[in-house]
């Protein structure tokens, strides 16, 4: 039993090695036929246009064979016997270790068989027996990966119709991202009110998922974002001819659109606080600027106090004191603390240079600090004044949730009926001059009416019951307004798509960032407003990151100077070919679909009259794409003498 023993264990050992050597040729060769499917895919990918998953998945399968081909035999069971013959055959023991596991060790022959082996079992070192070597497949993978790394350097294949095709599914996917991206925050801003809002915008909803989806080509995806721009404007047409949303639309480009009834207190604190700061004589803040400005020269100046021989330019120096005395009397009569002037002036008398400069700092971090609070000052006293003072002003101004809240706080106090007979009054005279102010706004006219009429009968209850209904009215007004926001919001982001898919462009191309002038957002520091759509409801914008920008140094510019007249993108020239130049022959202009040529030597204008009714004649025609006409009509407006 124990020789037994003894020989099963050197197979085992022999065996387990032996297992291990299967796992490592295994290993290597799903390695190779792994390595030889990717080549192979690799090759139909540089030559045929086949989707990069394609070649991602023959990956997937090369390191799947890899493993497969080391697990086959690794967690394979170890067979004595299968082992006990090839340990025969390796060391030429004629069957020996093979005969000694089929006979018993009892039997008068298998003790003797089990002796025999027993001899022999120190003939027999697995380790001599089981080499791990590089098999004949590693060396055939280095030939196959090094024919991949080179050909991963070869350019893919491609026809130009292929590759045009590419690009446009990139611009519809990103296009329909970011029509995805604006839908989801918008419907969050402004939750749909009408039924066909949310209609409306679920299209636009359904048609941005499909474009992210690259399911539409692109003339079905400008047919679609056609159908649902037509839609939405539809939707918005009939909004837009209500004239109550059309004095809220002129309400929100006023000063007084970011302020509301739960903030309106705390503008009144915050301007009673700066009211005490800046004393009883608030000056204007642009005089304040100006008198900044002259210190801030004044400080330039006084540089050249030191005169070569170390002392002070005495004739610089009276002229500085006289003009710092004016200036600390003009701060004085203006309310501006003059503490800081006067010291300086008392340095520059004594000759402390140093701390004469030092006084000149410090008087214009006052003066720059007086500034700031007379600029907010000023902003919030024209917020104020925009902001109706009673009833039949608000709906006059369009500032429905004024009104509303008005129309509430109204309500609630006839419920109350604590109000005397002298407020009851006053309350009656606003209703009634708020009636005809009421006449864009609907049935609210008619809750007016009806709760005059019940004050006058003594009504309270009923009164207060007709204004909320006002109240609820106008709030159901304020809710078509923030849909018709939201609609001409997606109506501008149609477009926007329609842009970038239709001129093959990305979306990120229409609004670029940097410091051009009118410029839309984005990263950077900007510069001067952008006049032409600076009310209109624009794609919610994420923070930039400004690191590394710096603001460029740019000249002052009046309230009405606004550098030279630039054209907007969709009027600029993209298809003419050579320069206008008098007496010399007028240039091509050619548009899809059209070519209007010109052989004239004339004068610029004369050039600029004839293309003109070139253009017109061509439009009336019909022979300029419809999608085109408007582009070609304005273009040949902007060039008119």
Known sequence: MKDRKLVEQKLMHAGKRRRWQQSWMGLWKGFFWGALLWLSTLIVFKLFPVPFE??????????????????????????????????????????????????????????????????????????????????SAAKWSVLVLAVSVGLGFAPEYRTEAYTEKEREEAIIKNTGKQLVTFIRQEIKKRPPALKPTESAMTDVAELATQLSKGKLKRSNALRDLAKVTEKLKKEHTSLDRKPALKRMQKAARTPAESASPKNLNAMQKRMDTLKQQMGENATPSSDLQEMQRELDQLKQTASALQSPEGGMNEALKQSLTQQLGEMAQKAAQTGISSEQLEAALANLKSGDLEKFLKSLDDALIDMEKTAQISSELQNLQMQMDQIGKNLAEQLEKGQATFARQNLIDKSNKLNSGQLSEEELQKMLKELQNAIPEATDYGIVQDFLKKAAKQMQQGDQAGAAESLHAAADELESLMDQFGDMQSLMASLENLATANMSIGNGMSWSQYSKPGFKPGGKP???????????????????????????????????????????????????????????????????????????????????????TAAQADAQSALSQQRVPRAYQTTVRDYFDELGP
Request: proline fraction near 4%; charged fraction near 25%; glycine fraction near 12%.
């Open 522 to 608: 984005g990263r950077g520091v900007g510069t001067w407003g952008n006049e032409g759509g600076a009310w209109q409801n624009k794609l919610p914008q994420q923070a930039a990151d400004n690191s590394g920008v710096t603001r460029p140094e740019m000249a002052g510019k009046g309230p009405t100077d606004r550098g030279e007249g630039e054209l907007v993108d969709g009027l600029t020239s993209t298809k003419v070919k050579g320069q206008f130049n008098s007496d010399a022959p007028m240039r091509s202009i050619t548009l899809k679909g059209l070519s209007i040529k010109g052989q004239s030597r004339v004068e610029f204008t004369e050039s600029v």
């Open 54 to 135: 394609v070649l991602a998945w023959s990956g997937v399968a090369w390191v799947t064979m890899t493993i497969i081909g080391l697990a086959r035999s690794l967690f394979k069971p170890v067979d004595l016997g299968e082992t006990a013959q090839w340990v025969d055959d390796q060391c030429e023991l004629k069957e020996r270790f093979t005969a000694a596991l089929e006979f018993q060790e009892k039997e008068t022959w298998g003790n003797i068989i089990l002796k025999d082996a027993k001899h022999f079992i120190e003939q027999v070192n697995p380790v001599n027996l089981v080499c791990f070597k590089l098999p």
